[in-house]
Structure formats: structure tokens, C-alpha cells
């Protein structure tokens, strides 16, 4: 449980000693390109130092020069930034590794990352088709890689020095367990949809055992109406302390020892999501009573995107 404090300033240590992540971390999944520039900068402005990137996004170049922009306007150095990009399922074999690595890179503009993520413990058939499907529509998949090749490659990035840290999303505890067995460079985040509609207890514990940053995405639910967002339990505690119930969730979710992505796409949204506030003990303890179970991401059963935002 992380106490109370300024969760603006809130840090998680790498178990790696290679750094700190802020708690709270700006997602940059916009399908739009001039949208995520303005998202950016605006959750930039608000105080975020966390952005979440993704080579399946396809937005990186617009991610990077809307750091530059703000880096450029002063007042935040890039190491004052924690930056994460992620590997897509195309390019999990190892000799494609390094070249998608440097790829995000160039389009981010920087020289180093802060962490690579493996996206998901899929892979796909190799090529410029993100989303390589047969005739019927099936995904094609790799069986000619393991999750363990494409991790050693992983860990070479890190020998290189241009990558501080490496870890996986959207993988189950099935598959975490026989890979941290494996690695020489234990994973140093796993990042997962969480929120109190899916509480993952049990990854959370393995992640806090292993010294392993949890980082939730969708802690609103992907904003998905129904959902967290509006359930009872939270409108009733967001009235009665005087926080909106996206501030609610987002509180509870760093306040049980997870760092957190959230997709605030104006400046208004972005002030929002970041002042959050500490929930009372028994506010924490009402959410996680709430007995709803629902996923609103599919993506960790197929790899395939289950969940892409409408553009605005
Ligand atoms: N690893 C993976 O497979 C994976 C999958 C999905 C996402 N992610 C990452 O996680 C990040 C977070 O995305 P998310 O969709 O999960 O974030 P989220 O914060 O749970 O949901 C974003 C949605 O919530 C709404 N919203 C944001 N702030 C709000 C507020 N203050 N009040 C009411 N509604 C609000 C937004 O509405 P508007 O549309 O009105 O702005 C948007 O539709 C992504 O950007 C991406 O970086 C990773």
C-alpha cells in the first residue's frame, strides 16, 4: 500500500537500480495525429513525466515532437521524463528486435528509453502488417519464436545501454512465472489492465514479491460506460470527498501499490487526472469490496487490439 502523500511526486523504484518511474503515467493510445500532440503537451503542462508510447500506436513521431516542443519551451529536461515504448508482435524475432527498437527511437526523437516493453506474449507472422490476417480473417502467428528468444534479445538492448529497463504487458501470471525463472534480466514492470472491476490480486502480489512494478492501464475502464467509471460505489465516495469519480478510481489505484496509465485528452482532463488526492482508508476499503468482474481489453487472449478508442 503507498501512503498518502503528493502522488504528483510519486516515484516506484526499477528493480534494476536503474531509476524511478512516476506513478502516474500519460497514455498516448490516440488514433488521431493532432490530437496526440495537443494531448501530450497538454498532460506535459499538467505535471505528468510518464508517457506510455507503442509502435502499434502509430503515433510516435506526433509523441516526440510534442516532447520536444515542451522540452524545448524550457523548464523540463528530458531525464526529468520517464519514457516507455513497446515492441509489437511482428517483431518478436530476435534479429528483428534492435532494428524496431531503434525505429522507435528515430521516430521519438531520443536517445534512450527509459523502459521497452515486450507489447504482448504473442507473436505475429514477421512483416510491415501489423495486424497480419489470412483469408478469413484469422491472425497470423509466429510458431517459430518463444517469448524467452524474443527476451534475450530484450536484455541485449539493455547491454547496449540504450534502454534502462525491459518488461512485458498484457501477459498472465502463467506466462510471467517461467520467464522470470529464465531471465538473466528479471522483468522490471508488467503492464496489465486493472482497475476495480479487475483487481489482478494475485499478478499484483507475485509483482510486489518480485520486486516488479505493476503498472495498470484502463484504471478508468477505458472510460467505457457502464463501468468503474460509473458504478454506485464510486459516485457515492466521489460526492462524499469531494473528487470526481475518474479522480476516485485513480487514487484507489495508485494507493494499492500500482503505478497507472490514463488518457486524458484535454487540458481540462489532464489537471484533472493528475490532482489527485488520497482516498480514507474506508473509501479504499469500499472499492475493494465492489464484487463486479468485467475485462474491457481482449488483447491478452489473441494479441490482436481488442480495445482502439474512437478518434475525436
Ligand atoms: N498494453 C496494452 O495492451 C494497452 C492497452 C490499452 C491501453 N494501454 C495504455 O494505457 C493507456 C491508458 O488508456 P486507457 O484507455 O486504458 O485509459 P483510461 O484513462 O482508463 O480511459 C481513457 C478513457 O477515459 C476517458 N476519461 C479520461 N479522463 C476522464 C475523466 N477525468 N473523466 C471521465 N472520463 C475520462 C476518456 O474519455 P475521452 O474519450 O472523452 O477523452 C477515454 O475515453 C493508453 O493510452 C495506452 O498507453 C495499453
Redesign the pocket.
Known sequence: MIEPSDFRTTTMPLNHGVGHMPVL??????PDAAATISATRDALKAGFRHL???ER?RNEREVGEALQAELAAGGIAREDIFVTT?LWNTNHRPERVKPAFEASLGRLGLKYLDLY?I??PFAFQPGEQQDPRDQSGNILYDRGVTLLETWRAMESLVDRGKCRAIGL??ISLDGLLPLCESARIKPAVV???A?PYLPETELLEFCKTNDIVFLA????????RPGP?EDPVISVIAARVGQ????VLLAWTVQRGTAL??????AA?AR??FDITALPEDALDEINRIQTRQRF?E??KTGS?G?I??G?
Open positions: 503515467g500519460f497514455g498516448t493510445l490516440i506510455d508510447c507503442a500506436y513497446k516493453l507489447h504482448t504487458s498484457d503492464q496489465v489492465e482497475h492501464f484502463a484504471p478508468l475502464g477505458h472510460g467505457i467509471i470526481t469519480p475518474a479522480q496509465l490514463t488518457t486524458p485528452r484535454t482532463r484533472e487526472n481489453n488483447v491478452v487490439p480495445f478508442p474512437q475525436s
